[in-house]
C-alpha cells in the first residue's frame, strides 16, 4: 500500500490529539468536567466521516451527559480541527461512548467462572 493509502489512519492520529487536547482544557462545557479519553479515532475510507470513541470515567448518567456535551462541542471541535490540521474539509465528527473496557471486564468475569465451576 502506498503512503496516500495510509492517509485516513494519520489524520485520525492527529485528530484524536488535537480532540485530547481540546479536551484537556478549551471545552468550557460543565458536562465535561469529569475524567475522559480519547481512545480511538475511526475514519471512512472517503475521510467524510470521523467516528470519535471516548472512554468516560463516570456513572451511566455521567456518561449520558458527557456525550451530549460533546454532541453539541462537535461543531466547535469540528471548527478547530480545520484550522489546526489546515484541512480543506474536516470529517463530520461522531462521539460514540466506548464500551471496550467493560465488555473485556465481562468477558474475563465469564472466563473466570467457566474455569472453576465449583464457585458458580
Do not use: C
Not at 470513541?53 to 480541527?81: K, P, W
Not at 480543506?88 to 474475563?108: A, K, M, N
Request: no cysteine; hydrophobic share 40%; glycine share 6%.
Amino acid at each position: 500500500m502506498t503512503i496516500a493509502g495510509h492517509r485516513p489512519e494519520r489524520i485520525a492520529e492527529e485528530i484524536r490529539i488535537e480532540v485530547s487536547v481540546m479536551l484537556a482544557g478549551e471545552l468550557k462545557d460543565p458536562r465535561l468536567a469529569i475524567p475522559m479519553d480519547i481512545t480511538e479515532v475511526r475514519m471512512s475510507p472517503d475521510m467524510k466521516h470521523a467516528r470519535i470513541y471516548v472512554n468516560v470515567t463516570g456513572t451511566e448518567s455521567e456518561r449520558n451527559r458527557a456525550l451530549e456535551g460533546l454532541t453539541a462541542a462537535a461543531g466547535y471541535v469540528r471548527h478547530e480541527l480545520i484550522e489546526r490540521l489546515q484541512m480543506r474539509r474536516t470529517p463530520d465528527i461522531t462521539f460514540v461512548l466506548d464500551q471496550s473496557e467493560e465488555y473485556g471486564h465481562h468477558i474475563d468475569e465469564l472466563l473466570r467462572k467457566a474455569r472453576s465451576p465449583g464457585d458458580a
